[in-house]
């Protein structure tokens, strides 16, 4: 059975920083591309970043770009997803999921990020 789970969420302030973890089991990991997508409150699912099976080639959405990084330890089977410099406006359930690129739904049971001061 494929399970993920992210971790790592909190109440952070402006222009704070957050590691969220995903634990991967159940699969490969290590050969599936991995996804980051977030569900803003009231919104829809929106996806956040991809990285291939080796974390040899990431992808990030423009409102992301240069302050969130994705990465990986195969090792481990898991996934990361490193916040910078985060604002009101990232505040979301965040997910990870199987699979590269948007159109990826959500893979586990999400943790929460909340930017306020």
């Known amino acids: 059975e494929v399970q993920l789970v992210e971790s790592g969420g909190g109440l952070v302030q402006p222009g704070g920083s957050l590691r969220l973890s995903c634990a991967a089991s159940g699969f490969a990991f290590s050969t599936y591309p991995m996804t980051w997508v977030r569900q803003p409150p009231g919104k829809g699912l929106e996806w956040v970043s991809s990285?291939?099976?080796?974390?040899?080639?990431?992808s990030y959405a423009s409102s992301v770009q240069g302050r969130f990084t994705i990465s990986r330890d195969n090792a481990k089977n898991t996934l990361y997803l490193h916040i910078n410099s985060l604002n009101p406006g990232d505040t979301a359930v965040y997910y990870c999921?199987?699979?590269w690129g948007p159109g990826i739904g959500p893979g586990g049971q999400g943790t929460q990020v909340t930017v306020s001061s």
């Open positions: 999921s199987k699979g």
């Open positions: 990285i291939d099976s080796r974390g040899d080639r990431t």
